[in-house]
């Protein structure tokens, strides 16, 4: 019997410590690689939703909706559609103390990891964002970066599983076509009027010139606070962001404008991608045609635009083009106005080939043209203007392929400072390169981004001015400015 009762205790031990050897080996081992697998393909899904999401997959080229009620769009389209508050310093001179104010607008969620959409206007100079969504749970929001060339800005939350719009075709758009504004006007949650699309590629000059507007233009409700809402078809899906109205009073009178999706697509797409909106040039100065203009260059109809000069080593240049030619397709899209021509053409980036079908003293011709940057190169670089840099004083890019053969050497260029500023008081001037930053070599404006995130009292420059010998170091303190 103690032999037996020996037996099964050492039995009864070792079955005991194979146990909790068993759950060491799972949770130490076997549980971090599930987790670790489980993660991991969570980022792949989000990798491939994003693809899907922004890459225009999903467009399509028949007609944008079917003419039915908007219960089902609305439903759906509401939880993807947020409130903004966004809090800025007043600029007021003779206070001595800081007064804050807020701007409130909408927003529009892209991804359901927390990419959204809204105008540049609703989050300019924001000291703070915030962000409730139709549940009303809050979230901070980080700008991710703007482009007030059509005021638009992609800003950032920290979620997940969030309901989200998908990208529609903004091009089928029909005039006449019924379309869904959502937003929250005067704080109203959630709110959605309806309407037609009233005519598309307006320009309403609100941009002052400095920017393309081809909007569309609805008769559906919008109002202060409808601002970066969403412009939806009978599908749910998104055609446009609402941006703008035309009052006397301050107040709907009528009529909206929205940018399109498919501008707002390439907007964000490239803010993810590189911070900023890489925007691709022809080289050319256009204006509108007129009757008269029409008769007299011999086209059919009073439409396209006519091209009033041609930069010389431009891509139109390149590509042949000359001044008097009247530009009326750019890969197979037909071009009637202005407005239609800068909206067509903000879509691509420098490097992309287009197609463009012109007439020259009355006959049909075709080109093929390689767009430029603003620097006359295909290289993906663009002027930073970044809040943070502003407050700092400067706007920055990076150097194209040209200028690092050049100068053998890599860096970023200072193109602005500005006056009364922090790096207007270290001296420093326009032209300025930047190979180090605090001790650290930097390459890209990203680069120096993250070296002023971490808030350090001052930041150290080193670099150099082209065609002037040595180096030259500035000191700029973050804390003045």
């Not at 930069?311 to 240049?317: K, L, S, V």
Request: glycine share 8%; aromatic share 8%; hydrophobic share 40%.
């Amino acid at each position: 019997m103690n032999v037996n009762l020996k037996t099964i205790v050492f039995y009864a031990a070792l079955c005991t410590v194979s146990a909790l050897m068993g759950v060491v080996i799972y949770a130490g081992i076997i549980n971090p690689i599930q987790r670790v697998y489980l993660e991991e393909s969570k980022k792949a899904v989000q990798a491939a939703e994003h693809q899907l999401l922004f890459s225009g997959n999903l467009d399509r080229f028949f007609r944008s909706s079917a003419p039915t009620d908007f219960i089902l769009a609305a439903k759906n389209s509401q939880q993807a559609v947020v409130y903004i508050r966004s809090l800025f310093r007043m600029k007021e001179e003779g206070l001595l103390s800081e007064s804050y104010g807020t701007e409130t607008g909408s927003g529009v969620i892209l991804s359901s990891d927390g990419y959204i959409v809204t105008n540049h206007h609703v989050v300019k100079d924001a000291e703070e964002v915030d962000v409730m969504l139709n549940d009303n749970r809050e979230y901070k929001a980080k700008v991710v970066g703007n482009d007030p060339n059509t005021d638009l800005a992609l800003l950032k939350i920290e979620a997940d599983n969030l309901s989200f719009l998908v990208f529609g075709n903004s091009d089928s758009l029909q005039v006449g076509e019924w379309v869904m504004a959502i937003g929250n006007p005067f704080r109203l949650q959630s709110t959605v009027t309806a309407g037609i699309v009233s005519a598309k590629g307006r320009n309403i000059n609100i941009l002052e010139n400095q920017g393309i507007e081809s909007f569309i233009q609805t008769d559906a409700a919008v109002n202060p606070g409808n601002s970066g809402g969403a412009l939806v078809n009978t599908k749910g899906e998104l055609v446009g962001i609402n941006t703008a109205i035309m009052t006397m009073s301050g107040n709907y009178e009528g009529f909206s404008f929205a940018v399109p999706a498919n501008l707002v697509k390439k907007v964000v797409n490239d803010i993810r991608q590189y911070g900023f909106v890489q925007r691709g040039w022809l080289g050319v100065e256009i204006e509108n045609i007129d009757d008269m203009r029409a008769r007299k260059l011999q086209i059919p109809e009073v439409a396209g635009v006519y091209i009033a000069l041609v930069t010389r080593n431009g891509a139109a240049f390149d590509a042949g083009l000359q001044s008097g030619d009247v530009i009326t397709r750019l890969n197979g899209m037909e071009i009637e106005s202005l407005p239609r021509f800068m909206e067509t053409i903000g879509t691509y980036k420098p490097g992309d080939k287009v197609k463009i079908d012109y007439i020259r003293n009355g006959k049909k011709s075709s080109t093929t043209a390689t767009l430029r940057n603003q620097l006359n190169s295909t290289d993906l670089v663009a002027v930073r203007k970044d809040k943070v840099l502003i407050d700092i004083g400067f706007e920055l890019r990076d150097l194209d392929s040209f200028e690092k053969s050049r100068n053998k050497s890599h860096g970023i260029k200072v193109i602005t400072v500005y006056r009364n500023s922090a790096v207007d008081n270290a001296r420093l001037e326009p032209g300025y390169i930047i190979t180090r930053a605090n001790g650290v070599s930097v390459e890209t404006v990203a680069d120096i981004l993250k070296i002023i995130e971490r808030k350090g009292e001052t930041l150290d420059l080193v670099g150099f001015y082209e065609n002037y010998p040595g180096e030259f170091p500035y000191n700029i303190e973050l804390n003045k400015k």
